[in-house]
């Protein structure tokens, strides 16, 4: 049954828009919910709220902040139940991924909580024996725009440690989730009792994401913009930040390759691979999306890998629990997959295992013989279509992952730890995990990427440091000399 979810969340108020836009469901297309369709002048009365509520939510106890993301946490536990259903009818999710990001957000604000304990400033040393102190201080209003893929939990990280820092949020959910990804949050922050203004969700359709978007970004009372979605809408954003040399994390897509040394532990290897290749249908930006076998493994290692992901069952996963491999999120997104899997195999590339596309569901997908003038060598794939490619040396397996514009994660196996540093000092990404899959992340980490990847880092005090500003504040005592002229 349709549920309704026709009001924006502003001031501490659920407000009526003009026009609303159906939430459908991926996996049958059938409509979820009813969500209201924002627009610029929400945004707009928004960001005013937020800026109005800014003085009080900044110079409010740090520990006051501490109590309400404590309060947060416990009021998503209650709620987890709820929470893994839509995500289910919602994002077309697995059980077992609902459960996960469920699970994981109320630790986002444990984070957050403990980050209001932490040092804020120093103290310098003086040529003048001034009292000499550098100390952060929140930005102001930052506005949020998440993703559709984890939106809880991405969610989640863009605004929890921004918040605990003293800044006052509007958030503005993908299209695809806008209930996971935003008014889910309004709901919480409004059970709790957070101070009117202080978080703000304004959902919106596909056809007003670009003038809210501006707004979010161009406005003069948004001080910072924390970012999570592709590379191509990440360059406009830091693109527009910029000019208005406006603080800016942006979180982007990857190509990120998983490493098997021929010294490595064949089941953790499998398991690296299977899991970081096709959990949530490989809708991940840190998923494995080539997967690197040294040659004198390879011939071991392909047909178990193969037997592996033929295991996993593909499905509604809101009709069966078993259901592994949901739906892609949209049909654009399923054709785009489809293209690049067409692309390899006319490119020679051969099908180990499924290549069929039904829809939106596209089956878990093995390639070889995959070439660097394929799409699916070059470009993010973000579905279960995963390449495996041999390598002879460490050197070729580090050029080959490197071989990419993009840089976020990596993951590298073997049972020579030393080895595995040495690798992971080489290559270009943003983060690397040494005997474990590329898809890794935690709270209170820096969460990020380099070249195409992304700027910035998410989590713990890299987020504090991201949305707070450093200012020298001095203390004379009458100790400065000035020139006898003055």
């Known amino acids: 049954m349709s549920q309704s979810f026709d009001k924006i969340y502003v001031g501490g108020q659920w407000r009526s828009t003009t026009a609303t836009f159906a939430d459908t ?11 209201a369709d924002g627009t610029a002048s929400d945004a707009r009365s928004a960001i005013e709220a937020a800026h109005n509520a800014f003085p009080a939510w900044a110079a409010l106890p740090f520990n006051q902040r501490c109590h309400y993301m404590l309060k947060i946490a416990d009021e998503i536990e209650r709620r987890r139940d709820d929470l ?3 995500l289910q009818a919602e994002g077309g999710g697995w059980f077992g991924k609902g459960m996960f990001e469920s699970g994981y957000i109320p630790e986002v604000f444990h984070a957050a909580a403990a980050e209001t304990f932490a040092p804020i400033g120093e103290v310098l040393p003086s040529e003048t024996n001034k009292f000499s102190t550098a100390v952060r201080r929140p930005v102001g209003v930052v506005s949020v725009i998440s993703p559709w893929n984890f939106p809880a939990l991405l969610t989640s990280r863009g605004f929890a440690f921004p918040l605990a820092a003293g800044n006052t949020v509007v958030l503005k959910p993908s299209e695809e989730t806008p209930y996971t990804g935003g008014l889910f949050f309004a709901e919480i922050c409004e059970a709790v009792g957070l101070p009117a203004g202080v978080f703000n969700v304004v959902s919106c359709s596909r056809d007003n994401v670009a003038a809210v978007g501006d707004q979010l970004i161009e406005h003069p009372l948004v001080k910072g913009i924390s970012f999570t ?3 191509a809408v990440g360059r406009m954003v830091a693109a527009k930040a910029g000019a208005h040399l406006k603080k800016a994390c942006v979180e982007l897509g990857g190509k990120d390759a998983l490493i098997i040394c021929d010294d490595a532990d064949i089941e953790r290897a499998l398991g690296a691979a299977n899991f970081g290749s ?7 930006c840190m998923s494995v999306e ?8 390879y011939e071991k290692f392909l047909p178990q890998f193969v037997e592996r992901a033929r295991k996993l069952k593909m499905g509604d996963p809101s009709a069966d629990r078993a259901n592994v491999i949901g739906p892609l999120i949209n049909d654009k997104q399923a054709a785009q997959v489809k293209a690049q899997i ?15 596309v039904n829809g939106r569901f596209v089956e878990p997908t093995i390639l070889t013989n995959v070439t660097p003038d394929m799409l699916i060598y070059q470009n993010e794939t973000f579905g279960p279509v995963v390449p495996v490619i041999p390598f002879r040396t460490d050197e070729e397996a580090i050029a080959i992952s490197n071989d990419s514009e993009y840089g976020l994660s990596s993951g590298v196996i073997t049972r020579n730890e030393n080895r595995g540093l040495s690798i992971a000092e080489r290559l270009q990404t943003g983060m690397c995990h040494i005997n474990c899959s590329s898809v890794n992340d935690e709270p209170h980490v820096p969460f990020g990427g380099s070249k195409s990847s992304g700027l910035g880092r998410h989590g713990g005090r890299w987020s504090t440091e991201t949305f707070t500003e450093t200012r ?10 000035y020139p006898p002229v003055f």
């Open 25 to 35: 469901n991926p996996a049958d297309g059938s409509a979820w919910a009813t969500i």
């Open 84 to 86: 893994v259903k839509a």
């Open 229 to 231: 979605g592709s590379t």
């Open 278 to 284: 096709f959990m949530h249908q490989g809708q991940i």
């Open 290 to 297: 080539k997967v690197l076998v040294q040659d004198t493994l």
């Open 342 to 356: 067409e692309d390899a195999v006319a490119k020679g590339a051969k099908v180990e295992l499924g290549g069929g």
């Open 472 to 481: 020298w504040i001095t203390l004379d005592r009458g100790n400065r000399p």
